[in-house]
């Protein structure tokens, strides 16, 4: 799960939903300090790409050329730590303004530089996958991580109410909020069932949970034990947290199944401000004077859609 920066160069290639062009460059934000507008990102910052629902492909960089035929030579020296290998050619959609390439041609360019690297090749079970990548007219060869759809996983769970997030912006919302996980203590004080705190444990995220509904505490917890995670959900409400976090992800109450209030989404707001130095809150409501009032700052803000619903995600610091 990290997320280092190195002498290396990364390049990482994004599908997702014209709905989640936002909350994905959120999210990009939030591990690169940049976005882009394209559907792939060039960094020397290393993230593990099951981190997010939207990175289909991370291609560490060995070797970059403009010419196919020098990437042949070049790939003669690479010296494989490993019994077996095989080389995916990762255009097969089209990556910025360069076009898919054909799955013949594809799998033509991938023979031929198999060809030239010492080694046994393994179309099945390899142990390392090598990838090429063709963009803006320049070839990319390096070790290829493809990205397994962990958030899938947790679509199906004990307990789950329609209004709750998505486990893709579930996700998101975890990652921007905690993108490097290291020596990082987090909180989701208003958890629900636990759909945050699921995505955040299985990606080694330190965070606990809490809510004042003892039954939802109980879904709750049972959710997380259905998927073999571990963690602490207790029953409370925010007013109660005597311990500081390092964030605090809040969901708010949604005035149109409870009776929240303004006054209370404030009361909620200022605690978050008072136990966590930053806070990442979902609203349906348009809340910056709420924010402002109880002393954060919106440092970046996206909008998360889910049929009907549209959900700001506000990351807040304090002022």
Known sequence: MRNIQSESKYIYTYVHHVDEYDLCRMEMRSFFSVDSQSNFLISNIEVNPSRSPF????LEVLYEDNSIDNIKKLVTNLIVNAKTYKVVCLNNFDIGETKKIPQSERRLMEREIGLCIEGEPDLDFPEVVFGLLFIDDRW??????????IWRKHLHKPHSYSTALSTRVARAVANIAVPQPQNIRAIDPCCGIGTVIIEALSMGIDIEGR??????????RENIAYFGLQGTITLGPISEVTEHYDVAIIDLPYNLFTHSTREDQFDIIKHARRIADKVVI?????????VADAGLVIVDRSIAKKQSFLRQILLCEQN
């Open 55 to 58: 990175i289909q492909d991370r």
């Open 140 to 149: 990319y060869f390096g070790i290829h991580s493809k990205s397994e759809s």
């Open 211 to 220: 809510d004042m509904n003892p039954l939802v505490c109980n879904g709750s």
């Open 282 to 290: 979902v609203t349906i409501e348009t809340i910056d004077d709420l």
